[in-house]
């Protein structure tokens, strides 16, 4: 299980890469100058929630591996359009998680039956497919947890720049307690019903897994 920090730290940088890179095309080069828009961890990784986290999650036989880095820095101030532009930064990260993750369901559908057509002994192909279902697992759950819209996660950023600006700003009076609120997700129920779409998207995933393996 070891093998599988290494896929979400990657998947992690290039969450945030994927914002700094939408950030550059909006006008804004403050990740860029930062040095933040690279696949090299160093300038990524949070002490906290890219080694403590996972590491924790792994050891306590959580299902669910996650983590994060630090967030790209952007500045709206060099946004041509702030509102359509905050929405696209925003958003890119869970895209490219998504995109991610179809590219893990891709190379299991090439690799495995290249595996044993290669004779690879059972316990090897059993490996690579569990390092790349568990690169698709953690992507899908990556993209869709920081789509819910509370704070800091990219999902309130994008909800807050979709809201009409009245309620916008009565939205942005809880970011001060969106750690307590997210807190909460994690001892209640509520997070399975948030991981419902991690559910049918990766079903839809195995499907296709077994048609092709």
């Known amino acids: ?41 160093v300038p990524h990784i949070d002490l906290f929630g ?14 669910i591996l996650f983590g994060y880095a630090k967030p790209v820095p952007v500045n709206p101030r060099y946004f041509r359009n702030p509102r359509r532009d905050e929405i696209t930064v925003s958003f890119a990260g869970p895209a490219a998680n998504l995109i991610l993750s179809f590219l893990f369901l891709i190379l299991a559908v090439i690799l495995v039956p290249l595996a044993r057509t290669l004779h690879f002994s059972t316990a090897l192909i059993q490996l690579l497919l569990d390092v790349l279902n568990s690169g698709i697992l ?11 819209p ?8 994008i909800l807050e720049n979709v809201l009409p600006p009245r309620y916008a700003q009565y939205f942005a009076m809880i970011r001060p307690y969106g750690f307590f609120i997210l807190i909460l ?7 399975d019903v948030i991981y419902i779409p991690v559910k049918i998207v990766y079903a839809i995933y195995v499907t296709i897994l077994r048609i092709f393996i």
């Open 185 to 191: 997700l994690f001892v209640t129920p509520l997070l």
């Open 1 to 41: 299980k070891l093998l599988f920090i290494p896929i979400l730290i990657f998947s992690v940088i290039v969450h945030e890469c994927a914002h700094g890179i939408a950030a550059l095309r909006a006008g804004d080069p403050t990740a860029k100058m930062m040095g933040r828009i690279t696949l090299n961890p």
């Open 150 to 157: 509370i704070p800091p996660l990219d999902g309130s950023h």
């Open 50 to 63: 890219s080694v403590i986290i996972p590491a924790f999650l792994l050891l306590s036989g959580s299902p």
């Open 138 to 148: 953690i992507n899908l759950v990556l993209a869709f947890f920081n789509l819910i």
